[in-house]
């Protein structure tokens, strides 16, 4: 069964400076890995995913992450924080065979400071 | 624009009561997903449904029961409520493997 560790339950960055949000997964087979973005009273929203290819995957709103074998991690990274940042993140992972199911993280809550 | 909706945003319920929480999709996904959110917690998986009347149980189907009579529609029943039930919950909905899911707004449910 394949999981997925989030370091950092909180990351407070200031405005401009770089996100970065770490994400290390289990799995006993190459995984498709995802990151979600959860604002305040809403569902969440895929941010960007990995299934196969080019390892360094980007997404929306300026995200980005970087898939590493050798480390089993996908950490998604985000240059210039913007105030709308703010929110939770979400890392997942799915596996075959059961590869429609999703394993999530426990979130990171972002805060940006002015 | 495609859509999960779940019928409520906000539910209160007594102990002991049937809870029905409806989710539907215009997408027409094959599978949907019902996840309970709790902080510090993430997301866990309750039940899943892969096609009609399929259903298999996630992490944490204790107490809970799921149908899906249309393509569209994936409900989640708590059959007596409890105050350990009070949560978030997400429905979702998929096509095929690989893909991300979509998700609703989420059912703040409070059983007092």
């Known amino acids: 069964a394949q999981s997925v560790t989030q370091l950092g339950s909180h990351v407070s960055v200031s405005e401009g400076a770089l996100v970065l949000l770490r994400c290390n997964y289990s799995?006993?087979?190459?995984?498709?890995l995802f990151w979600y973005v959860q604002y305040p009273n809403q569902g969440l929203q895929l941010l960007l995913k990995y299934t196969t290819g080019a390892t360094l995957v980007k997404g929306i709103n300026g995200f980005e992450a970087e898939f590493k074998k050798s480390e089993t991690s996908f950490h998604l990274t985000k240059p210039s924080a913007h105030m709308s940042d703010a929110a939770e993140y979400f890392c997942?992972?799915?596996?075959?065979?059961?590869?429609?199911?999703?394993?999530f993280g426990a979130g990171t809550t972002v805060t940006v400071r002015a | 624009d495609v859509k999960v909706t779940q019928s409520s945003r906000y539910l209160v319920k007594r102990t002991g009561e049937k809870v029905f929480l409806e989710c539907v999709q215009d997408m027409d996904h094959e599978n949907m997903f019902w996840y309970r959110q709790d902080p510090g917690l993430g997301l866990r998986l309750i039940y899943f449904s892969y096609d009609v009347k399929m259903k298999e149980k996630g992490d944490i189907p204790e107490g809970y029961s799921v149908s899906r009579e249309k393509k569209e529609r994936f409900s989640l029943i708590l059959e007596s409520a409890s105050t350990n039930q009070t949560s978030m919950y997400l429905c979702?909905?998929?096509?095929?493997?690989?893909?991300?899911?979509?998700f609703g707004s989420g059912t703040r449910l409070t059983v007092v």
């Open positions: 997942a992972v799915s596996a075959p065979p059961n590869d429609y199911k999703l394993s």
């Open positions: 979702a909905s998929s096509r095929g493997q690989n893909g991300g899911y979509t």
């Open positions: 799995s006993s087979v190459p995984p498709y």
